[in-house]
């Protein structure tokens, strides 16, 4: 879904197993960059918000660091398909499907994530 960040009403919603969980405004996303939201089980995804106003939602934790820091990581595109890459080692996920563009056997959740 896209829409234009303006709209301060609406609120950003991850789901989970049988729920939607509200995250927070459209207007606390910044286009082009993610931000972490903290999930009821204590883990957390990072959310983002890219520069054409799509939406996506993946685990936070890298996966070769063990930190939680994706949500810091620069956005950008390989082959048509968005990714984000670590602030730390620089592995690439695709925002899409979570897996690590530079080593075929790492992947991160994703999440459906929709603005309500």
């Given at each position: 879904?896209?829409?234009?960040?303006?709209?301060?009403?609406?609120?950003?919603?991850?789901?989970?197993?049988?729920?939607?969980?509200?995250l927070c405004g459209l207007s606390a996303?910044?286009?082009?960059?993610?931000?972490?939201?903290?999930?009821?089980?204590?883990?957390?995804?990072?959310?983002?918000?890219?520069?054409?106003?799509?939406?996506?939602?993946?685990?936070?934790?890298?996966?070769?660091?063990?930190?939680?820091?994706?949500?810091?990581?620069?956005?950008?595109?390989?082959?048509?398909?968005?990714?984000?890459?670590?602030?730390?080692?620089?592995?690439?996920?695709?925002?899409?499907?979570?897996?690590?563009?530079?080593d075929e056997t790492v992947r991160v959740?994703?999440?459906?994530?929709?603005?309500?």
């Amino acid at each position: 879904m896209t829409l234009a960040p303006e709209s301060t009403t609406l609120t950003v919603q991850l789901r989970l197993t049988d729920s939607w969980l509200p995250l927070c405004g459209l207007s606390a996303l910044t286009p082009g960059r993610g931000v972490a939201a903290l999930l009821p089980d204590g883990g957390q995804a990072a959310v983002f918000l890219d520069r054409a106003g799509r939406m996506y939602a993946i685990d936070n934790r890298d996966p070769f660091s063990g930190a939680a820091v994706l949500s810091r990581g620069l956005i950008g595109s390989h082959q048509g398909r968005p990714f984000v890459a670590s602030p730390l080692l620089k592995q690439r996920f695709d925002l899409e499907s979570g897996r690590c563009l530079d080593d075929e056997t790492v992947r991160v959740t994703t999440y459906e994530v929709r603005i309500s």
